[in-house]
């Protein structure tokens, strides 16, 4: 998909959000000390859900699209790679987002 594609998308329904980072582990620590990205995408109801030196997944739910703010964090640590799954139940809507350096994959189906 291309990054006008990614830009342009709208859901103002609630999604719920899985959010896997992977890198080094001295990146990694820092990101999760850092507590801004978490306001960046907008989450709420956060859980932790898989801790390890060079792995970590968070859930959470977002209401609007995070895929700006993803961009923008990927940016900020260009060590760490970022895959963030969605499920958008109100709008029958589920994807697959890679993001590393500010680059984009987006994947999503409708159902």
Not at 27 to 53: C, M, N, V, Y
Not at 56 to 61: D, E, K, S, T
Request: neutral net charge; hydrophobic residues 35%.
């Amino acid at each position: 998909m291309s990054a006008a594609g990614i830009e342009s998308e709208t859901m103002s329904d609630y999604c719920q959000r899985r959010l896997l980072v992977v890198g080094p582990a001295s990146d990694l620590k820092a990101f999760d000390r850092d507590a801004d990205w978490t306001e960046t995408l907008g989450a709420t109801d956060i859980a932790l859900q898989e801790h390890s030196p060079t792995r970590r997944v968070w859930q959470f739910v977002t209401e609007s699209p995070a895929l700006k703010s993803l961009r923008v964090i990927s940016r900020r640590w260009p060590c760490l790679t970022f895959f963030l799954n969605y499920d958008c139940e109100d709008n029958c809507l589920v994807g697959l987002v890679r993001a590393k350096n500010g680059n984009l994959r987006h994947h999503r189906l409708k159902y």
